[in-house]
Structure formats: C-alpha cells, structure tokens
C-alpha cells in the first residue's frame, strides 16, 4: 500500500513538473516572439527612414543588393549557422557598397537582416 501512495504522488509531481515546465516553455516562447517581432519593426522603421531620405529608387537597388548578398551567402555557406551567415553577409554588404551610397553600418545591417528575415519566410513558403 505504501508502495501504491509513492507511486501516485511521484507521478503527481511529475505531472506538476510537466505542467509548470510547459508553462515556462510556453512563456520563454511568446517573450521570444515579441522581441522579434519588436526588433523586425524597429528595423523596418528605420528602412522606412532611408527611403525618405534617400528616395524609392535608393532603396529599391539597396534591398536589391542585400536580397542578392543574402541569397548568395545562403548558397556559398550552406555548413554555417544563421548568425555566421548573417555576420558574412553583413560584412559582403559593407564591402560592396558600405562606403559608396553614405549609409551607416547600423543601416547596413538593417538592410541585411531584412532580407535575411525575407528570405527565411520565403524559404519556409517554398517548402510548403
């Protein structure tokens, strides 16, 4: 008998543990997705920014660029993680046009991860 309530209770608290662990887990991810989701707007703004102070043209042939560098790092560097990548590219974009077209670097990578969060979504609508 005795052996029976250990039983009931050990599998009490490994129910609790699972609960209060899933609730964690779950917390951990909406956290998560609200930065993202607060970085993406951020950078957003601020390439709303450079298309008023650039004009439409200059930020069609920059997205251009990065699109391009992004999708060239992704097939290039297929062994690294997404931050390496993103780190590659960033740096490509600086080299290729960081000193001609009077952006900051924190624009440039503005540029970068736009496209690298682009091409993720597009990435994952192709497998579908």
Known sequence: ME???EMLQSQAMFGLAIVIIGGVATSLGVFGAKLYFKAKKEI????????VEKGKAFMETARYWADTIVRSVEESFREANGYEKLEIAIDKLKNHIGDKVGLSEEQLEDLIESAYNGAKDGFK???Q
């Open 125 to 127: 609508k192709s497998e």
């Open 44 to 51: 957003d703004l601020n390439l709303e920014k450079i298309e």
């Open 3 to 5: 052996l029976l309530n």
